[in-house]
């Protein structure tokens, strides 16, 4: 096993010789047969163990059998001892996915603090397989059929191609020793009640069900490669990307037929889960949204736009020296007017109550438009000049005792402008 891994680290992962790699060990077969390994080739290694104290003694028991392999064989390693529980409450969080945040979480905090560079776990063929039928069950698109990938940016699974028979086999060869976790027993979690149940019924079907899995796996990449390769091509026809937002081109779109799967590439990576809601926006009427935790989608007329949410508590802001804010402003008293621009607005610094704000548009604000007769809503203003929603969403104002002085970049109130009356003639530019 010792050679067909370095074999497979030659082959796949020749960028691991001469980096510093910390193993994450459990204390379990898998973990330890990962850490029986590379401490015998020519890697710089260190381990991570994670106490995640759900298990009281039997947890410190395998924190022990872990510090005594790497005193043992002199390996650095680093402990870290969690409340998952507690976390897991505070969290409204499964347990599971409260261990996996705390411990990844943890793993990427010393990747910076000890200036490594990768972490390896040691995941393995039959953990591949029952993650592909464990998303096959409760359903999935060809990304959940791909199965565990070997690289996940700073993770690498350099066991992915052994079985958990070969696993074992090594352990008991070399007698290599390890800790049980009496929670793999246990069909309390899917993932066991797929392990213990539906694999090996699979496996008697099959008794090459392994191997047979394997070049399924790597026939479902090639067609995801196939898949990222086309959805570029169309990207590039069919998407812009303005500032922070994109504008998808709906009559472009739908040139293609299984447009669907474009959207679900471009959109997948921004955390959206209704994706029946995402594809009836491509025929729903104008305004209408889907979001996501950071992320809102919009039908504006011919396009999509898709554009981050907001801090809402972060609406309005003085402006101030010592002040960080979204916009900068530079302000100047002069006695010139010439070459007023969009950037640029020149008031009468007596009709200003300091100090000044922006904020984004709020229900009701109305101003006097330069050069307009009367007052006008914002939000008529704003279709008039075919804002989008998002272009609304914006838009900052500057303000003064809650007036509106500037639509910043487009149009300045009249209220404020410089008369022949004026004395102190203020110059406010955009930066």
């Not at 001469?18 to 260190?46: C, E, N, T």
């Not at 402990?79 to 505070?90: G, N, V």
């Not at 621009?341 to 109550?353: G, P, Y």
Request: proline share 3%; net charge negative; hydrophobic share 35%.
């Amino acid at each position: 096993m010792l050679q067909k891994l370095q074999l497979h680290l030659d082959a796949n992962f020749p960028f691991l010789q001469g980096k510093r790699l910390f193993l994450a060990v459990s204390g379990g077969v898998d973990s330890m047969v990962l850490l029986d390994l590379f401490h015998q080739l020519p890697y710089d290694i260190a381990v991570l163990h994670c106490n995640f104290s759900l298990r009281n003694e039997e947890s410190d028991g395998d924190e022990a059998f872990v510090k005594r392999y790497c005193e043992a064989k002199s390996i650095p390693l680093y402990i870290q001892k969690f409340d998952t529980s507690k976390f897991a409450e505070e969290n409204k969080l499964s347990i599971q996915v409260a261990a996996r945040k705390l411990r990844y979480d943890w793993f990427y905090n010393q990747l910076d603090e000890k200036n490594f560079d990768y972490i390896l776990t040691a995941h393995h063929l039959d953990d591949n397989l029952e993650t592909f039928l464990i998303n096959l069950t409760r359903g999935t698109g060809l990304d959940g059929l791909t199965g565990i990938p070997a690289q996940n940016d700073k993770i690498i699974r350099p066991l992915l191609p052994f079985s958990r028979v070969e696993i074992e086999l090594y352990c008991s060869d070399t007698n290599l020793q390890w800790r049980e976790d009496s929670s793999n027993a246990s069909d309390k979690y899917f993932r066991n009640k797929i392990r213990h149940s539906v694999v090996p019924v699979l496996k008697e079907l099959n008794s090459n069900l392994l191997s047979s899995f394997q070049n399924t796996i790597e026939s479902l990449n090639q067609s995801q490669s196939l898949v990222e390769d086309a959805a570029n091509l169309v990207y590039e026809k069919v998407v812009q990307e303005t500032d922070n937002q994109l504008k998808i081109d709906i009559k472009e779109l739908l040139n293609y037929s299984n447009y669907k799967a474009f959207l679900y590439q471009w959109l997948k990576e921004y955390g959206f889960t209704a994706w029946d809601a995402i594809y009836d926006l491509v025929t729903a009427q104008s305004g209408k949204q889907v979001f996501s935790e950071s992320y809102f989608l919009l039908k504006d007329r011919e396009v999509l736009i898709l554009a981050p949410r907001e801090d809402k508590d972060l609406e309005e802001y003085e402006i101030g020296d010592a002040l960080e804010t979204p916009i900068k402003f530079s302000f100047c008293n002069v006695s010139d007017i010439s070459n007023p621009n969009s950037n640029c607005i020149f008031v009468d610094q007596d009709a200003l109550q300091f100090p000044l704000t922006i904020r984004k548009w709020q229900e009701g604000d109305c101003f006097y438009p330069i050069g307009m007769q009367g007052k006008k809503k914002l939000s008529k203003y704003y279709k008039d000049e075919k804002y989008s929603l998002i272009d609304k969403l914006n838009q900052w104002v500057l303000c003064s005792n809650n007036q509106i002085v500037w639509v910043v970049g487009k149009r300045q109130d009249d209220r404020f402008k410089i008369t022949e009356n004026t004395i102190n003639k203020l110059q406010i530019k955009l930066h």
